[in-house]
């Protein structure tokens, strides 16, 4: 099917974006549902109050990286939600999985290398919370949501599944009359 010209105009005007630009345009078009957006933001200032009062320690760089290399059956980890999406994936088509872990692995050097160069979480309010989106090719509905900290630098906060809500999953265990 030949897009139209309409969609043409729009594709090279999106091509002309420069970076930041394209990560802001891309958050706007998942954040359609700005209920999931605020219920993020605030899980995020949540868990960015916990990290600032040291109330919790931070994942270590090289723990955060060998985290796919835990087969399914190991117990989860603070970042769960990466280890069932790349599960998730795999099971859903052979290879998507590992794809799926390349980009996230991609997302965390970026964030490494240069922290400051993804805008601020559009629904969270702690200041120098920054959200980075999965990069594409392939569109995956992910982003990761990290603490900028100058003398320590970045903090990951959460995985975030850009169309579901977080703890989206606890309303479907009380369901079963689990806790």
Do not use: C
Not at 21 to 30: G, I, N, Q, R
Not at 85 to 114: C, K, M, N, W
Request: hydrophobic share 45%.
């Amino acid at each position: 099917m030949a897009a139209s010209a309409r969609v043409r105009q729009i594709l090279s005007e999106v091509r002309d974006l420069n970076d930041d630009e394209k990560a802001e345009l891309e958050a706007e078009l998942f954040a359609e549902d700005a209920a999931t957006g605020r219920a993020w933001g605030e899980e995020v200032d949540r868990r960015a109050a916990r990290v600032l009062a040291g109330e919790v320690s931070g994942i270590a760089r090289d723990e955060l990286r060998s985290l796919f290399a835990m087969p399914p059956a190991e117990p989860r980890t603070r970042l769960a939600a990466l280890l069932d999406a790349r599960d998730y994936y795999e099971h859903a088509r052979p290879g998507l999985g590992a794809i799926f872990e390349f980009v996230a692995q991609r997302t965390l050097d970026a964030i490494e290398s240069a922290p400051e160069r993804f805008p601020s979480h559009p629904f969270a309010t702690t200041p120098g919370v920054r959200r980075a989106l999965f990069p594409r090719p392939p569109r995956f509905p992910y982003a990761l949501s990290y603490l900028v900290r100058a003398d320590r630098g970045p903090y990951v906060l959460a995985a975030e599944h850009l169309r579901r809500a977080p703890m989206y999953w606890s309303a479907r265990l009380r369901a079963f009359g689990l806790p």
